[in-house]
T-cell receptor, first 114, second 109 residues
Framework: DVKVTQSSRYLVKRTGEKVFLECVQD?????MFWYRQDPGLGLRLIYF???????EKGDIPEGYSVSREKKERFSLILESASTNQTSMYLC?????????????FGSGTRLTVV | RKEVEQDPGPFNVPEGATVAFNCTYS??????FFWYRQDCRKEPKLLMS???SGNEDGRFTAQLNRASQYISLLIRDSKLSDSATYLC??????????FGKGNQVVVIP
């Protein structure tokens, strides 16, 4: 089974801190994605990447950046954390751009910014 | 119109009953579709892909209606363990998926 591992399950950070959320997948998937999930708003795409060193903005990239230096690792960076970034963050990966590939999600990081 | 629309529910279902729900999608060019299941405070997990001919996996049946742009999921003989949120998912192209907000199902003993 593909495994997507997110480094922290729960995280509490202070406003203004720089926050790094790490995600690693172990099945040589090309695509990786970062979402946030909030009650009533569903899953919203922040950034995604189809290959190493490649990144593309999703629907809500403001206040975030990403890094993909190695194929298996995709990091989400909150440059200066704010309280409205308190959320559940989910990383996902998929094999390639082929149309029938679903995503495998990590178990999520619940981030609280105080 | 939203990319994927679902009635959030909750759908309260007696144990052993059948429940069905639909979702609609806006992009007629969409080519692939999925249902994901998400348990409370857990990550979404792929339940099944949805094919043009419809497909069945045990007690779960998925159907696609391209003309009306909707996807359905039917759960027969509901179990308590089926209580979850079911997310309708549409491939927008280049493996970018659009997620609905989910149908919450509560199976009642």
């Amino acid at each position: 089974d593909v495994k997507v591992t997110q480094s922290s399950r729960y995280l509490v950070k202070r406003t203004g801190e720089k926050v790094f959320l790490e995600c690693v997948q172990d099945m040589d998937h090309e695509n990786m994605f970062w979402y946030r999930q909030d009650p009533g708003l569903g899953l919203r795409l922040i950034y995604f990447s189809y290959d190493v060193k490649m990144k593309e903005k999703g629907d809500i990239p403001e206040g975030y950046s990403v890094s993909r230096e190695k194929k298996e690792r995709f990091s989400l960076i909150l440059e200066s954390a704010s309280t409205n970034q308190t959320s559940m963050y989910l990383c996902a990966s998929s094999l390639s751009r082929g149309r029938d590939y679903g995503y495998t999600f990590g178990s999520g990081t619940r981030l609280t910014v105080v | 119109r939203k990319e994927v629309e679902q009635d959030p529910g909750p759908f309260n279902v007696p144990e052993g009953a059948t429940v069905a729900f639909n979702c609609t999608y806006s992009n007629s060019a969409s080519q692939s579709f999925f249902w994901y299941r998400q348990d409370c405070r857990k990550e979404p997990k792929l339940l099944m892909s949805v094919y043009s001919s419809g497909n069945e996996d045990g007690r779960f049946t998925a159907q696609l209606n391209r003309a009306s742009q909707y996807i359905s999921l039917l759960i027969r003989d509901s179990k308590l363990s089926d209580s979850a949120t079911y997310l309708c998912v549409v491939n927008k192209g280049n493996n970018r998926l659009a997620f609905g907000k989910g149908n919450q199902v509560v199976v009642i003993p």
